[in-house]
């Protein structure tokens, strides 16, 4: 586990009982290459352990919240980024960071300040409750890469808006503002871009000084009696990811996407 002050892409901070996690790579919207995606697990596994930790907050440097895999460093294998393909790299366990935040005891706020997108959107659907900036958008866009959404899009999406409404939204790939997603119930509630981290700090403080023990076993009841268990269905989505990752239809995605063109996909 990585210690906050080896964090290249990530901060890490502690006060008044709450800790706040924020992605730190705005000039990529806070795309998550592979370190990136250390540095995430770990904040949430130290948070869960530290017991003067309340409430968890998770956010984005503006202007974006998180739009997801960096294409170009992990489903393209730029070696630049010191990665590999994760062709090769896929276990049929569930997505470690994705298991740190579900896992973590402590409630998780996420403030969506900007593009929630691909794992971007499924990163807020892990969190317990969402408030999202006027500037947030949402979309889970794996199908136009040819893959299949992690555990935000397949056990959250469909408890928070219902069925039918994540299907659209899964199978078409969409984009949707923030005051859509408040009509449906995606989001807690949007308010304006500067006040986000305010409201966000604002509900984490009171969560915060409820007595913590009751709050976490709360939060346990909530996932055995709403979510169930992550780890079955999670490898399920790690095993077809495997399948996926080797299509002709997620290469065409990915080399569309860094094209900037229209794919053509075949079924293949």
Not at 57 to 78: E, K, L
Request: hydrophobic letters at 45%; a negative charge.
């Amino acid at each position: 586990m990585l210690a906050p002050s080896d964090f290249v892409h990530t901060l890490y901070d502690v006060a008044d009982h709450v800790a706040t996690v924020t992605l730190n790579r705005p000039e990529i919207y806070n795309a998550l290459n592979h370190r990136a995606y250390d540095e995430l697990e770990s904040s949430f596994r130290i948070a869960h352990d530290d017991a003067d930790v309340r409430c968890v907050i998770i956010t984005g440097a503006d202007p974006g919240f998180c739009s997801g895999d960096d294409v170009r460093a992990i489903m393209a294998g730029d070696e630049r980024e010191g990665s590999v393909s994760r062709l090769t790299q896929v276990k049929p366990v569930p997505t470690p960071a994705a298991s740190a935040i579900l896992e973590c005891g402590k409630p998780v706020i996420a403030a969506v300040n900007g593009a929630a997108v691909g794992w971007g959107m499924d990163l807020s659907l892990m969190a317990d409750l969402r408030i999202a900036s006027d500037k947030a958008k949402f979309g889970e866009l794996f199908v136009k890469r040819g893959l299949i959404t992690d555990l935000g899009g397949l056990t959250r999406l469909p408890l928070a808006v219902g069925a039918q409404k994540a299907a659209e939204l899964l199978f078409t790939g969409d984009v949707i503002d923030a005051a859509q997603a408040e009509k449906i119930g995606l989001v807690l509630k949007t308010v304006p871009h500067e006040s986000l981290m305010d409201e966000a700090w604002a509900l984490a403080g009171k969560i915060a000084n409820n007595p913590p023990l009751a709050v976490q076993h709360l939060k346990e009841g909530l996932r055995k009696s709403t979510y169930g268990e992550h780890r079955e269905i999670g490898s399920w989505i790690a095993h077809t990811l495997g399948l996926l990752f080797q299509t002709e239809d997620h290469k065409e995605g990915v080399a569309s996407f860094l094209e900037k063109r229209d794919p053509t996909f075949k079924g293949k």
